[in-house]
């Protein structure tokens, strides 16, 4: 199944993907009073989201259009630094950032008659922010050693690249606007060899790790599903895909409640932990989760994917 979209509550900094993989949105936290014009500020953002403060507030932000993108830039030095960031993706990872291509993939995973007409004319690109850029470009370097030519060294076996192309777009085709929180962040679109991100939390506060996280995920995906098998005889939780273990025989579960839902999310959302928040990932959640349910100490699952990573960097 496509990894996709997270909800992230706030007092534990997790990314926590709503059903089937879809990322959700961070979920607004609670603030003091503020007065005067930062006070005006917060109320703007409360109401139009920090995505829109952001805009409104940017020195002259302007729409520029590189390679096959638009991209939302303050400055001349902000559009080149967008320009080196699509040229560094391609270069050194194999990935084009084409926001098309992305959603011709979408309408292919969801044609016709599988989900309503009008969802699949919603769908749409979106400009890059900046911001979303070097996120990408983080998330890649996660994997840097199996992307792009390098690629031929640490995995000469391994048949062509899974993802060679990543988008922005709004919104999911199989989102139910009628469902408050349905709302894809990511999704991985396999037989297209393509990634999207999608619209975050309006409210998500500006320069978190939002993106980044739902990006990990999704090359997670394509990256380490191979493993999958090995990864659920080594953890001691799933018997099968999206069959459990009995409780007594669990000893360990999955990082969070999205990864609970299959043994492919449980996957794909540790190896995002493992690259973002290591910490997180060997100690749980904070809350005392009992050993064998979500939530708790993954030393297993880190342990794991330390190993499959470090199979990349050995000498051939």
């Not at 560094?88 to 098309?100: L, Q």
């Amino acid at each position: 199944m496509q990894g996709r979209g997270y909800d992230r509550p706030t007092v534990t900094n997790q990314l926590v993907p709503a059903r089937r993989g879809r990322a959700r949105g961070t979920s607004p936290g609670t603030a003091p009073p503020a007065h005067g014009r930062l006070g005006s500020v917060l109320a703007l953002q409360r109401m139009a989201g920090n995505r829109a403060v952001r805009a409104l507030v940017a020195r002259d932000p302007k729409v520029v259009r590189i390679g096959n993108e638009q991209v939302r830039v303050a400055s001349d030095d902000e559009k080149a630094e967008a320009e080196r960031i699509v040229k560094d993706v391609k270069a050194n990872f194999g990935v084009t950032f084409d926001s098309m291509a992305t959603k011709k993939a979408a309408l292919e995973r969801y044609p016709k008659d599988s989900v309503p007409e009008a969802n699949r004319q919603a769908l749409d690109v979106r400009v890059w922010e900046l911001d979303e850029l070097r996120a990408i470009q983080k998330a890649l370097k996660h994997f840097a050693p199996v992307l792009g030519d390098a690629r031929k060294k640490t995995l000469p076996k391994a048949g062509p690249q899974e993802f060679v192309t990543v988008g922005r777009l709004n919104t999911a085709p199989d989102d139910d606007p009628k469902v408050l929180g349905d709302e894809t962040r990511g999704e991985y679109f396999r037989d297209q060899k393509a990634f999207g991100v999608f619209d975050r939390d309006p409210d998500a506060p500006a320069g978190d790790d939002a993106v980044e996280r739902v990006a990990t995920h999704e090359i997670a995906h394509g990256i380490f599903d191979p493993h999958l098998e090995e990864f659920m005889k080594a953890t001691g939780y799933w018997k099968k895909h999206s069959v459990k273990l009995p409780e007594k025989q669990r000893t360990e579960g999955p990082p969070d409640g999205y990864a609970d839902t299959n043994a492919a999310e449980d996957l794909a959302q540790s190896v995002m932990y493992f690259f973002v928040d290591p910490k997180r990932l060997k100690e749980g959640d904070g809350r005392g989760r009992k050993k064998g349910t979500w939530g708790n100490p993954c030393p297993k699952r880190h342990a794991f994917i330390k190993r499959i990573v470090g199979s990349w960097t050995k000498k051939r």
